[in-house]
Each structure stands twice: as C-alpha cells, then as structure tokens.
C-alpha cells in the first residue's frame, strides 16, 4: 500500500517528518517498508509556453524553441524532442536546477546556438511512466492546457510528494484505504483528523424506480448498493485527481474510472461502474454462475464461468465478475449517458478462488479478499456520487438501491481490566486503557466488576477477542515502554516421547549409511499419481484435496512420498548430478482414513529411499552402480539397528 503524505496531511493533522511518522507506524506494527521522497529543488523548473519553433541550421535532429517562462520573459532553448509543437505548456528546467538523477542544468552552445535550459521529459521529472498514458511515455512531458504559464512545476505535477510504502499484514485490511491510515495517525499522534464529508443518500426515489436489485447468492454477497447518474460526460480527470492516482500507483484513465479508483484508495471500498442502457431488464442478479456461461471481461478476453463463481448479471446474462472484473458489453465509454454504480460486500474466499482460477488480481480483489466494511459500503458510493458531480461528469439521481440482507449485529468485546496488566506485565490503569481503545474509535458499551465491554468499529474486523484488545493497548501504549521481563512458573525439562526417538534413530540410521535427507512439500500434482502407474481404485488414491491450493502443481495432499522423491531426483539429474542416495521420512494423508474410514484425514509416518548412479571410485573400492539390492541392504541394516526381528516383521 502506497501512501501520499500530502494526502495523508489533508486527511489529519501532522505535526511530524515522514520519518517521525513511518517509525511511529512501525513500532505500532503497521510496518513501513520504504519511503520515496521527491524532487527537492524546485526554484528552477517552471511551466513554459512553447512561442515559436524553427529548425537548427546545423542539425537535422534538433529544433529552437523560444518558450514563454513567465511575463515578458523568455527563453531559447534547443531540444531534439520530435512531439514539441508551438502553443504547448511543457516544463522547463531552467541553468541550475536538478533533476531526479542528480544532474544539474548549465547554459549550453548545441551546434552554434545558446540553449538557456531544457525542456523535460516524464522520466527526467522522476514520474513513474508506467502510471502515465502512452503517448506521454516518449519525448517531453506535455501538460495541461488548465495550468498557468511561470507555474513552479513541481507542485503543478505534485513531484515534491513523499511516498510511504507500507508492508501490511493480513489482519490489518482496512489500512489499504488511506482514511483509516490516517486515523492510525492519529490515534499515534493525537493529531485532529479531517475526514472529508459526505452527503449521504436515502433509499428509494428515482433510482429505486429506474433499478432493481436482487442478491440470491446471499451467502456470498452480504450488501449491494446501486446508485445512477445521468448526463455523464466522459472525459480526463482534473489535475489533481491524476496527480493524486499516480502517487499511489494507480494509473489515471477517465473522470468516471478514476473517481472509483480514488474512492478504492481513499476508503479501502472498490467500486464498479456500468453503462445502465446496456443492462437488460435495468436489474442487477448477484448470483452464481450456470453450467457453460461465458463472459467477455474488460481486458477483452473471453472467460469460462465456474457454478461456484459469484457474478453480476443484468436479466438475461452475467455482466461482471463479482470482486474480479467487469465485462466489456456494459464498459463505461465515450457514448454512455447513465451509469449504475455498484459497491458491495463480496465473501472474501468466493474472490479468492475466482481470481485464483481465472488468474485475474487486481487492487480491487485484493480489497475483497481480506475484507471490506460492509458498514461503510452505501458512504463509499455515496462519495463517489459527490465527487462525480464536483469534477462536472455528471448529475446524481436522488436516492440509492440498498440490498442488504447479510446485517449482522456485532458484538460488544468482554475485557478484564486486570488480565491487560497480567498479560503485558504492565501497571496500566484503567482510565490510561480506555483512553488508548478510544483513541482508536473502540466505544465503551459497559463497565462492570466483572469486566468492561467494548465495540469495535465496523472498519476494524481484526478486533474479535479480549487478546485483540489487549494488544491495541499495548500497541499505542508503545511497546518499548513495556519492561523486559523472564517468564516466571515451573519449568520441565523437554523429554522426547518414545515416537521421536524412534523417528531420531531412523534418520541417524540411514544418514549413516551415506544417504542424504529431503524435505518435500506435501502437496503434489494428482497427475504424478498417474505417472506412476497407480489405478483408480487403489488405496493412494484417496486424496486430500486442497480448497486453495498455492498452484495447480500442488493440488492434492500426498499418499506417498514417491513423487517428491522423484522430482528431486529429476531436479539434480537435469543439473548433472547423477550419482544419488535420498531419503525422506515424513508424512503421508489419507482423505477417508486407511483402512477404516474416519471424519478427519488420517496422517501416517513413512519411510521411502531411492539411489541411481554408481558409488564413485576410492582408494579401497571400485565403482559400483547402485541397484536394487543395495537399497535392500540399507533396509536390512535399518532394520537390524531398530531391533526387528524375523519375527516382528511376520
């Protein structure tokens, strides 16, 4: 998660250095894993107005620019730029003035003729290229035709803005929205916060009447709200809209589209948007997906539809996949004139699974996967509405469609004022605990003897157990205010149990034997089932089947440690490595039990050795290939150290 600290200052009040901020929000375990700063010098980089361009007399490749800095005020400046044109704004680095690369601009004489400066490119301003449009990327950076002429252009184009990089856990999902970012900050700062206002809608009116929602997949899809606006006017967002997207990695595309985007950053809520004549029957169905349903998405790729994939679809078709993409029939273009705006709560493991399957991740998934706030879904498009009609691209229709059938009623969180203390090892007092929780925006429902109750905010999903809380007091308590202590109560000394002994003699056994011990993942391919010959019917065939595997090579839980042991061998084999002795004792899963069956997947030790090649030559011994029988051998020597008998192996 990228944060702009201009942002960030807009929406609560600092009175600290980016770094004072970013060692706060470590310390607290948000952690901050870089901070970007941008051009620092920005005296000598103006906005200029391209007069008058002539050719060089001595160079093909280069041309004059007389360029407009200021009033009554000009410069000639040569450039071998070929998308320079008279009457653009483009900036200027004027004889001092340095760029992200650390070089400093001189006057210069290029073939015979003074250059009083230069005129800049988006990578010599240390703008991210892959955030701007493409016909930007190449030659010097064109700017908007809004911004003035002498303008310093650092703060036109917003490259003074230092960037904070956080690296966030999963547990801490509502920081991907720069608004609880900054209630972060100030719980750590006691800084004021300035959330913006919204104007919020009611339900029902023109926008019930022209739309209608109906969620039947209501196990996956807990709220939907829809919200129109008429006389949208595609076109490129104000300035500092794009410059707001860019600092956070997202790169800007239209006024509509990036208002979504910005509302995505700002509240950790995505948003999509439909062209509402292309909607068949007016009517959004949150349903799964049908046996051979098929769907066109956005980046123009025809999708295969799973039943157990969560869609939008109007009356007749699916639309969009729900938390992954839109599709390209309902796209919002230059010819849309109304939009339905969608902001929902999707389950979090239906878009994992969908955008796993289909390989589709997107900043919008991500947010769906861990979490949203289903409390703060109608605000988000709410806001998005407001902000359409502040930027002129087009008018709200008076009220919303609010689906809303998964309400849930949170709990009050039960904390023992005296197991804080006991825990952290602290002598915190109860007043010092409920101002840090409150800071925090956790509300005091009770107080009591046998314990305070607290409710969480709707935005803070982490919060669930008595432990959680105890850690937000430790967290803003600050934990290097927390004495370092030895653990005191009775120790016993660690004692192998008969199991592990057995274990620890087998792998003493066979390492002493020569061979070499791997460690394999557990999860294999059900294909290399059948690269080794196994029926369908055999017993190893009773697979534990992994819901999310972390590929499709590792679909299935093993029953035999067979595959891995092959696999490593081709690994080394491929490298040249031919003369091998492994073995792996580990453990294998049966999904039904073996041979009884059981509710829980049965786990069972094994054992498995293999060898290919020869022992190379020594002094006291020739080369010997290895085969069957020294592996044999190795099982006979295993067996005699463990203390089997004939009799025991009957």
Same mark, same amino acid.
């Given at each position: 998660?990228?944060?702009?600290w201009?942002?960030?200052?807009?929406?609560?009040?600092i009175?600290?250095t980016?770094?004072?901020?970013?060692? %706060?929000?470590?310390m607290?375990?948000?952690?901050?894993?870089?901070?970007?700063?941008g051009?620092?010098?920005?005296?000598?980089?103006?906005?200029? %107005?391209?007069?008058?361009?002539?050719?060089?007399?001595?160079?093909?490749?280069?041309v004059?620019?007389?360029?407009?800095?200021?009033?009554?005020?000009?410069?000639t400046?040569v450039?071998?730029?070929?998308?320079?044109?008279?009457?653009q704004?483009?900036?200027?680095?004027?004889?001092?003035?340095?760029?992200?690369?650390?070089?400093?601009?001189?006057? #210069?004489v290029?073939?015979?003729?003074?250059?009083?400066?230069?005129?800049?490119?988006?990578?010599?301003?240390?703008?991210?290229?892959?955030?701007?449009?493409?016909?930007?990327?190449k030659?010097?950076?064109?700017?908007?035709?809004?911004?003035?002429?002498?303008?310093?252009?650092?703060?036109?184009?917003?490259?003074d803005?230092?960037?904070?990089?956080?690296?966030?856990?999963p547990?801490?999902?509502?920081?991907?929205?720069?608004?609880?970012?900054?209630?972060?900050?100030?719980?750590?700062?006691?800084g004021?916060?300035?959330?913006?206002?919204v104007?919020?809608?009611?339900e029902?009116?023109e926008?019930?009447?022209?739309?209608?929602?109906?969620?039947?997949?209501?196990?996956?899809?807990?709220?939907?709200?829809?919200?129109?606006?008429?006389?949208?006017r595609?076109?490129?967002?104000?300035?500092?809209l794009?410059?707001?997207?860019?600092?956070?990695?997202?790169?800007?595309?239209n006024?509509?589209?990036?208002?979504?985007?910005?509302?995505?950053m700002?509240m950790?809520?995505? %948003?999509?948007?439909f062209?509402?004549?292309?909607?068949q029957?007016?009517?959004?169905?949150?349903?799964?997906?049908?046996?051979?349903?098929?769907l066109?998405?956005?980046?123009?790729?025809?999708?295969?539809?799973?039943?157990?994939?969560l869609?939008?679809?109007?009356a007749?078709?699916?639309?969009a996949?729900?938390?992954v993409?839109?599709?390209?029939?309902?796209?919002?273009t230059?010819?849309?004139?109304t939009i339905?705006?969608?902001?929902?709560?999707?389950?979090?493991a239906?878009?994992?699974?969908?955008?796993?399957?289909?390989?589709?991740r997107?900043?919008a998934? &991500?947010?769906?996967?861990?979490g949203?706030?289903?409390?703060?879904?109608r605000?988000?498009?709410?806001?998005a509405?407001?902000?359409?009609?502040?930027i002129?691209?087009?008018?709200p229709?008076?009220?919303?469609?609010?689906?809303?059938?998964?309400?849930?009623?949170?709990?009050?969180?039960?904390?023992?004022?005296?197991?804080?203390?006991?825990?952290?090892?602290? #002598? &915190?007092?109860?007043?010092?605990?409920?101002?840090?929780?409150?800071?925090?925006?956790?509300?005091?429902?009770?107080k009591?003897?046998?314990?305070?109750?607290f409710?969480?905010?709707?935005?803070?999903r982490d919060?669930?157990?008595?432990?959680?809380?105890?850690?937000?007091?430790?967290?803003?308590?600050?934990?290097?205010?927390?004495?370092t202590?030895?653990?005191?109560g009775?120790?016993?000394?660690?004692i192998?149990t008969?199991?592990?002994k057995?274990?620890?003699?087998?792998?003493?056994?066979?390492?002493a034997?020569?061979?070499?011990?791997?460690?394999?993942?557990?999860f294999?391919?059900?294909?290399?089932?059948?690269f080794l010959?196994?029926?369908?019917?055999? #017993?190893?065939?009773?697979?534990v089947?992994i819901?999310?595997? &972390?590929?499709?090579?590792?679909?299935?839980?093993?029953t035999?440690?067979?595959?891995?042991?092959?696999?490593?061998?081709?690994?080394?084999?491929?490298?040249?490595?031919?003369?091998?002795?492994?073995?792996e004792?580990?453990?294998?899963?049966?999904?039904?039990?073996?041979?009884?069956?059981?509710? &829980?997947?049965?786990?069972?030790?094994?054992l498995?050795?293999?060898?290919?090649?020869?022992?190379?030559?020594?002094?006291?011994?020739?080369?010997?290939?290895?085969?069957?029988?020294? %592996?044999?051998?190795?099982?006979?020597?295993?067996?005699?150290?463990l203390?089997?008998?004939?009799?025991?192996l009957?």
């Amino acid at each position: 998660m990228l944060v702009s600290w201009k942002w960030l200052n807009e929406l609560v009040e600092i009175k600290k250095t980016p770094q004072e901020i970013a060692n %706060l929000l470590t310390m607290s375990g948000i952690e901050v894993e870089g901070i970007t700063f941008g051009l620092a010098d920005s005296a000598n980089l103006k906005v200029g %107005l391209l007069k008058e361009i002539t050719k060089h007399p001595q160079a093909d490749k280069l041309v004059i620019c007389r360029v407009e800095i200021g009033i009554a005020e000009e410069r000639t400046i040569v450039t071998g730029a070929s998308n320079v044109k008279a009457g653009q704004k483009v900036p200027v680095a004027l004889p001092g003035a340095v760029l992200v690369d650390g070089k400093q601009i001189e006057r #210069a004489v290029l073939r015979g003729v003074k250059s009083e400066g230069m005129l800049c490119s988006a990578v010599e301003l240390g703008m991210d290229v892959e955030k701007i449009p493409a016909e930007q990327k190449k030659g010097i950076y064109i700017l908007s035709d809004t911004v003035s002429v002498g303008d310093n252009v650092v703060e036109v184009l917003n490259l003074d803005d230092v960037i904070l990089e956080l690296e966030l856990t999963p547990n801490r999902a509502d920081c991907l929205g720069m608004l609880n970012i900054a209630r972060e900050v100030a719980a750590l700062t006691g800084g004021k916060l300035k959330l913006p206002l919204v104007k919020g809608s009611e339900e029902g009116h023109e926008c019930a009447q022209m739309a209608q929602v109906d969620i039947e997949a209501k196990d996956l899809c807990k709220r939907y709200v829809a919200r129109l606006i008429k006389d949208i006017r595609i076109a490129p967002s104000p300035l500092w809209l794009q410059q707001r997207l860019m600092a956070v990695g997202v790169r800007p595309i239209n006024n509509v589209v990036d208002v979504t985007n910005y509302v995505m950053m700002e509240m950790g809520q995505p %948003l999509h948007a439909f062209d509402y004549a292309r909607l068949q029957g007016k009517k959004i169905v949150v349903r799964k997906a049908r046996e051979n349903e098929e769907l066109v998405t956005l980046d123009a790729q025809l999708r295969k539809l799973y039943p157990d994939m969560l869609i939008i679809a109007d009356a007749e078709k699916p639309v969009a996949i729900a938390g992954v993409m839109g599709g390209l029939e309902t796209e919002v273009t230059t010819k849309t004139k109304t939009i339905l705006l969608e902001a929902a709560f999707f389950h979090g493991a239906s878009v994992r699974r969908t955008s796993r399957t289909l390989g589709l991740r997107s900043e919008a998934s &991500l947010r769906f996967e861990k979490g949203v706030d289903v409390e703060q879904v109608r605000l988000a498009a709410d806001r998005a509405v407001q902000l359409l009609a502040e930027i002129g691209a087009g008018t709200p229709v008076e009220g919303c469609v609010d689906s809303y059938p998964g309400r849930e009623e949170r709990q009050p969180i039960k904390l023992r004022i005296e197991k804080v203390n006991q825990v952290l090892g602290t #002598a &915190l007092t109860p007043e010092t605990m409920e101002e840090k929780l409150k800071a925090l925006h956790i509300k005091v429902v009770e107080k009591n003897k046998a314990g305070w109750l607290f409710l969480p905010p709707s935005y803070r999903r982490d919060l669930v157990y008595e432990v959680d809380l105890i850690e937000e007091i430790a967290r803003l308590y600050d934990y290097d205010k927390i004495r370092t202590t030895l653990p005191e109560g009775v120790t016993t000394q660690a004692i192998r149990t008969a199991e592990q002994k057995l274990r620890q003699q087998i792998r003493k056994t066979m390492v002493a034997q020569g061979l070499l011990e791997v460690l394999n993942y557990s999860f294999i391919n059900p294909q290399q089932l059948d690269f080794l010959g196994i029926p369908e019917e055999h #017993a190893l065939r009773d697979v534990v089947t992994i819901q999310n595997p &972390l590929s499709e090579e590792q679909g299935v839980m093993r029953t035999t440690l067979l595959p891995g042991l092959l696999s490593t061998v081709q690994r080394n084999v491929n490298n040249r490595n031919k003369n091998l002795k492994f073995f792996e004792l580990g453990q294998v899963y049966f999904a039904h039990g073996f041979p009884a069956k059981q509710k &829980l997947p049965m786990e069972k030790w094994m054992l498995a050795a293999v060898s290919t090649g020869e022992k190379e030559k020594t002094w006291a011994y020739e080369a010997k290939k290895y085969d069957f029988y020294y %592996l044999k051998g190795v099982l006979e020597n295993l067996v005699e150290r463990l203390g089997v008998t004939a009799n025991d192996l009957c």
